[in-house]
């Protein structure tokens, strides 16, 4: 049975999203489709444009499995393209080719399944060549759509019996080098080449096929010298001045191995790879890279650390998404390194989500004002019940509760209940790695007794009660050793309307955002009003002083 039902006639490309080019108008491609023949038949058909290309799958043996029913994309070289590469190879015929090299190169061309324009982003696509390597796709300023910077296409979708075929100008060739020789041989990375050799990291980016698959592919972020001499440091001796603090950059305690080996990510991650998670490990223990997408800016590591906000670092992105043959080199437009950080209190204001804030009708608006979200529009929130929406909450001025900055954020929380949440779970800010304890401000609710807190799947020592109140008579370390504080500055002292609950301790293994999740583990028979209200969540370093500051209505932090 063929995959595809027969249809001729002409088909537009439709809507391709690309990050980063969305200013640029594609080109409308006139296409051919048809489910007549398989892959190999079709381009039979038409020697005047894929005579050398058919010659080299039949010369490599490629054709009786590429002609076989499957799900294949096919980016077919022109014989005008196999032209220009022999012209560049120096040869006068692809029979002066020897045929191992030719079927890497055709490998290269060919995918395990089947990929439309519209599944092309401004990266690498989702699945990899048959050669191992992946193609990178981007649009030009004319809407063109380009392959691997090198190759324009030419026709598009050409559906057959077993996948779809994309005609391309340029013969597509898979990199012969490392992520090390590659950027050694950019003259732009002189600097950095410079201290990936001083430092030992240089060998292990230069291995290809390494036999150890944990470690055969490498994300290198690299930096120009122009970056360099930006911020004063115009050659190799004056990064190494800066940042070595041992004298031997081969020890991997030394500041300038530390800092080089924060620049390089396990796996294959182009840019889209990046931009799809918050965070990346790095070859430094428990130091990650944070990723903020800003427009269409990608910025590395900005955050707010103790108050102070640091701007995040802009990634290069016409210099990124480099492919090598055990990994890929990306850029970054400024300078990025570890920070030596020391645990320090997060309040994680969970009602202060980045689509809330957004909102300067509602976020911090001093007046009664509530908004639900439904699922998929908070995407820093996630819940189990998806036809349940939890809601912030702006308080009045009038209010009689005492709100740090005057607003929430519920949800309901039952337990088997098919019209209430089992589990809601918040992507947290940035922590420092070490061992915390963890509490939750809130506000007496109508359901919520039985809540279990866990950070990363690993479950606090103390179920949560958002039902019952403190003792008001108790107050200090009194109150602190039965697992509450008093944290609202406003509140009198006889009243019992907000109060902080200790959730247990937990150990922070790495310098990242983290995930806190709330599970309710026992049903107490309550409504499934939306009604487990919480303030802010509190990290605070197990040595620190835990019932200190207080937090005002007004926002403003009391010592």
Known sequence: MKLFSKIIGLVTISGMLMLGVTSCKKQQYQILTTSDVNIVDYLRRYPDQFSEYVKVLDRTNISPFLNAYGAYTCFAPTNDAFKQYLKDAGKSSTDDIDTATLKNILKYHLI????????????????????????TTSVNTSGTTIINRLAALTQANVVTGNGYIHVVNRVLLPSSLTVAKTVESNSRYSIFTQALK???????????????????????????????????ITSYAALKAKYNNTGNPLNPA?????????????????????????????????????????????????????????????????????????????????????????????????????????????????????????????????????SSTPAYSSEGATS??????????????????????????????????????????????????????SVDGVPLSRLLNFVTRFDASLSGSTLEAVGYKRYAADQPTTTTNNWGMLAGAVTINSTDRHTIRFTCVKDQGSTANNLTTVDFVQFIPIDFDQQRPLYKRDGTIVP
Not at 115 to 120: D, G, L, N, P, Q
Not at 201 to 230: C, E, G, H, K
């Open 254 to 386: 030394d500041s300038l191995n530390i800092y080089v080996a924060y620049h390089i990510l396990p796996g294959v991650k182009y840019v889209a790879d990046i931009v799809a998670f918050q965070s990346h490990v790095t070859m430094v223990d428990a130091q990650v890279i944070t990723v903020t997408l800003d427009g269409q800016s990608v910025l590395l590591n900005q955050a707010t650390f103790n108050g102070v906000f640091e701007a995040g670092v802009p990634m290069s992105r016409y210099y990124s998404d480099v492919s090598c043959n055990n990994g890929v080199v990306n850029e970054v437009s400024g300078n990025i390194l570890a920070k030596k950080r020391d645990p320090f209190r997060v309040d994680f204001d969970i009602a202060a989500q980045p689509e809330i804030i957004k909102l300067p009708s509602l976020y911090h608006s001093k007046t009664a004002k509530s908004q639900t979200f439904a699922y998929g529009q908070l995407s820093e929130v996630t819940w189990q019940n998806t």
């Open 112 to 135: 395990n399944d089947t990929i439309r324009t519209t599944a092309f982003t401004d990266g690498k696509l989702y699945a990899p060549t048959m050669q191992g390597q992946y193609l």
């Open 198 to 232: 001083a430092t030992g990291w240089y060998d292990s980016l230069n291995i290809a096929n390494n036999p150890d698959t944990t470690r055969r592919w490498r994300t290198l972020i690299a930096q120009s010298d122009s970056v360099y001499n930006a911020i004063g």
């Open 400 to 453: 009689s509760n005492f709100y740090w900055w005057d607003d929430h954020f519920d949800w309901n929380m039952r337990f088997g209940n098919p019209a209430a949440n089992n589990w809601i779970e918040f992507k947290t800010p940035l922590i420092v790695k070490g061992t915390y304890k963890v509490w939750v401000m809130c506000r007496a609710s109508s359901n919520g007794q039985y809540v279990q807190a």
